[in-house]
């Protein structure tokens, strides 16, 4: 098995990997084996946190990650839902940007990695028809930082841009702001790798949802997949309130107790499981708190900061919190319903207890205000 496949499952020659393997996707999910795990983990992590890389890498072979690439895109189906589509195929482009980045260069510094083998450039271009429509812009030869090679910039036929660029990624992306010569658009070298992301996000969402159900076969997958597209659809099915909340005031001490708890554990310097910070954060985020207070408030620093950071950056954008924070029947199912009260008897979500909790307290006093005093 080639170990590319496993770093980039939607190559064209990973599709006859697994063709070729000794057990088919609808075999692995009748035995429960590690890669249906695995492929849950992929999904989870792509409408959580937008990534699909393992949380613990050394815990999955390259077949396992190789056969959970077509069990995540049969979970994915199952769910059957835009919002699961879009978030897992920018999951996938976004990990795999991330992987050819390092990737080419490692490749141009003639380093090779016996643990993690690396892609060319070129055999990204020629994986998804574009070696015609990239060049590399020539380099100066007497440019010793950079020895002549490793160009900043590549000329990208019109036609291949217009394909890929879209003008929502900002004004820089219009073409009538493009340097263009003899047919072609000049990029900087980290634009060609955005280009390229958009390439594996489209193939990626190609063909996605499709139908599983409809045979005895396809019928058996389903009924095999229930609880985990359950729990998928939890993630993305939470709206017993919206994603924000008309309280912009931020009280921990009127926090849900599940959210006090989480809050708890986090300031503690506890490593909160992927699900429990996830649920903590949305639920800041819901109500306008940013990267800096979240952290703030978390006690993160170094490393942890950064995460919550991206974390944050991932859960509100420009309209707000792209997901709600789970509902409570989400919380009880993450083992993380604690504590509750008279309160949480009348509600079915987070947001709605903490909302009615400002509003019977009266007049209060913004955390934020006592940390900038």
Known sequence: MDPHHARYPFFDGARAAVGEADISPPALIAEDAPAVERGLERVERALMEGTVAPEEPRRWSDREELLSYPIARILV???DTPAAVDKYAAAEAATAHERFSADFQTDDDGLQSTSSPTVSLDRVLREFDLSGAVRPERTDPTDRRRG?????????????????ASADWGERWRLVNR??????VRVTNDELHRLLEEAVRRRVADGLPFEVRGN??????????DDEVESLRNLLNDHDVAGRTDVDAVVPGLFPPCMKALLQRAQSGESLPAHSEFSLVSFLVAFGMDATEVATLLGADGDDADRIETRVTYLADAEGSQFAPPS???????????????????????LSYYTSAVRDAGEVRDWREAVGE
């Not at 002549?148 to 890929?164: M, N, Q």
């Not at 340097?179 to 072609?184: D, F, R, S, V, Y």
């Not at 005895?216 to 997949?225: H, K, T, V, Y």
């Not at 009260?341 to 979500?349: L, P």
């Open 77 to 79: 189906s199952l769910v």
């Open 148 to 164: 002549g090679r490793d160009p900043t910039h590549y000329w990208v036929g019109v036609g291949a841009y217009l394909t890929l």
């Open 179 to 184: 340097e263009l010569a003899t047919g072609a």
């Open 216 to 225: 005895s076969a396809g019928d058996e997958i389903a009924e095999a997949l």
């Open 328 to 350: 409570c029947a989400s919380m009880q199912s993450y083992g993380d319903c604690v504590n509750r009260d008279e309160r949480c008897e009348t509600i079915s979500h987070p």
